[in-house]
């Protein structure tokens, strides 16, 4: 390194510089040369100096930004916090096909919600987080909630089998007993499986319901609703498909029933699914749901599973039939092809990136478009319970009011209740946001019932 004071003949002037490492002056000190010596040299000088000046001020900058950062570690996602913590009562109801487990939640003496789950999901995964909402609580009240789970899908539950009447009774009570067990155990078919609602509804005493399905669940709650219009409501169906399953569903099912036989959860399983619940967007962005429910699956027993996807996609067309009689000409809905009206009303939600959102056109053309509310959910993907419950809880609320429930809930109210549970939040008050607790113990500030004027 070298510190010089360098003379230049041409202008008579001194330049002082400090640091000046030996390749620099070999390039830029040259005694007697052009007149502009001066100036490169200054060039030189003043860019190393503004260097050193911007690094300094970069790590006193630094200083300053990392003081008063605390690092938190970020909380898993869950979809209903403590699960013993949830108010729910849980009922094995023998039918012919099989048991079911139902999951009560609410007063029995208010009026009946039955909810069907999807293929690989069951009342915790697909509904509870939902029914958990702060939003739905006020609507709750006037409710209560009915989750039926298909059998041998429930979290924790035994490989379906025949068992022999003569051997010794299994604990697990989705075995129904079947005498010869050389045989291998039937699962239900899709029109079996909204037969076995009957039992459910004959148990608790309920005469008629409204019924909230998505998928597969959708499926079997329309099915019933054809067989037994006077037992049905409404319905509020996510993601239905009316039609049969195409070549290309049938070969990915096929495949994954194959897996799931063996005994284990692929990824091939596992990828195929997450589609089949959100759609390739929301699998690609939402990575925090993705994870959860990516971790939800290890409870799902995978021969079960595999009898549940095998029955869904063996399923028979729906014969459901829109009337539109041509002017002047009385129709008879379903002539001569065995297709009926649904008699209830329907409420169909969708989001716009669904991988369903064609089979939901095609089922909102199948229904009378005078009892028929058709709801795609903009910036959403498969499950629009879990990625825009706001916009689901709003939509079913309005649906209820329609049918005459819960008359005087205003939205004013809901958006109250909504702003007071976020400043509770962030105040660390209280829990009541996504995924709280239900039931009585729930802290979500509570719409009160406003009485009716005469």
């Given at each position: 390194m070298y510190s010089s004071v360098v003379v230049c003949s041409s202008s008579n002037s001194i330049v002082e510089f400090l640091s000046l490492n030996q390749l620099d002056i070999e390039k830029n000190i040259t005694m007697?040369?052009?007149?502009?010596?001066?100036?490169?040299l200054c060039s030189v000088l003043m860019?190393?100096?503004?260097?050193?000046?911007?690094?300094?001020?970069a790590e006193k900058l630094t200083d300053i930004e990392?003081?008063?950062?605390?690092?938190?570690?970020?909380?898993?996602?869950?979809?209903?916090?403590?699960p013993s913590s949830v108010l729910l009562q849980e009922d094995d109801i023998e039918t012919g096909r099989?048991?079911?487990?139902?999951?009560?939640?609410?007063?029995?003496?208010?009026?009946?919600i039955i909810t069907y789950h999807d293929i690989g999901l069951n009342h915790v995964t697909n509904f509870q987080g939902f029914f958990s909402y702060g939003d739905m609580q006020p609507i709750l009240r006037h409710f209560c909630v009915y989750h039926i789970n298909a059998p041998g899908q429930h979290d924790g539950a035994l490989p379906l089998m025949q068992r022999n009447m003569n051997t010794e009774p299994h604990d697990d009570p989705a075995m129904p007993l079947v005498k010869g067990a050389d045989k291998r155990y039937h699962f239900p078919s899709m029109d079996e499986l909204s037969e076995m609602i009957l039992p459910v509804l004959q148990f608790y005493g309920i005469k008629h319901f409204i019924g909230f399905g998505m998928g597969a669940g959708a499926n079997i709650l329309t099915r019933f609703a054809?067989?037994?219009?006077?037992?049905?409501?409404?319905?509020?169906?996510?993601?239905?498909?009316?039609?049969?399953?195409?070549?290309?569903?049938?070969?990915?099912?096929?495949l994954n029933t194959w897996y799931l036989k063996s005994g284990s959860m692929t990824g091939f399983t596992e990828d195929y699914l997450l589609w089949h619940w959100f759609g390739q967007k929301t699998v690609d962005q939402n990575y925090d749901l993705v994870r959860m429910y990516r971790d939800t699956m290890k409870h799902i027993n995978p021969h079960n599973l595999a009898l549940f996807i095998e029955s869904y996609t063996k399923r028979t067309a729906l014969a459901v039939h829109r009337d539109l009689p041509k002017l002047g000409v009385k129709s008879t809905p379903g002539k001569n092809t065995g297709a009926r009206a649904l008699d209830c009303d329907v409420l169909l939600m969708a989001g716009d990136n669904?991988?369903?959102?064609?089979?939901?056109?095609?089922?909102?053309?199948?229904?009378?478009?005078?009892?028929?509310?058709?709801?795609?959910?903009?910036?959403?993907?498969?499950?629009?319970?879990?990625?825009?419950?706001?916009?689901?809880?709003?939509?079913?609320?309005?649906?209820l009011q329609g049918l005459g429930y819960v008359p005087f809930m205003s939205q004013t109210k809901i958006m109250e209740s909504r702003s007071a549970a976020s400043r509770a939040s962030l105040l660390g008050a209280?829990?009541?946001?996504?995924?709280s607790i239900t039931g009585t113990t729930h802290q979500t500030p509570v719409v009160q019932e406003q009485e009716a004027e005469c």
């Open positions: 007697n040369t052009e007149p502009n010596f001066c100036d490169c860019s190393r100096r503004n260097k050193r000046k911007r690094k300094r001020m990392l003081t008063g950062i605390i690092l938190e570690e970020t909380k898993p996602r869950t979809l209903g916090g403590d099989g048991t079911l487990r139902v999951a009560v939640q609410g007063d029995r003496s208010k009026a009946a054809l067989n037994h219009p006077e037992k049905v409501d409404a319905l509020a169906l996510v993601n239905c498909t009316a039609s049969v399953s195409g070549w290309t569903e049938w070969g990915w099912q096929k669904s991988p369903h959102l064609d089979a939901m056109v095609d089922m909102n053309s199948r229904i009378d478009p005078s009892k028929t509310s058709w709801m795609k959910i903009s910036d959403c993907g498969g499950m629009p319970l879990e990625e825009a419950p706001e916009k689901v809880c709003d939509a079913f609320r309005l649906f209280g829990g009541g946001g996504r995924g």
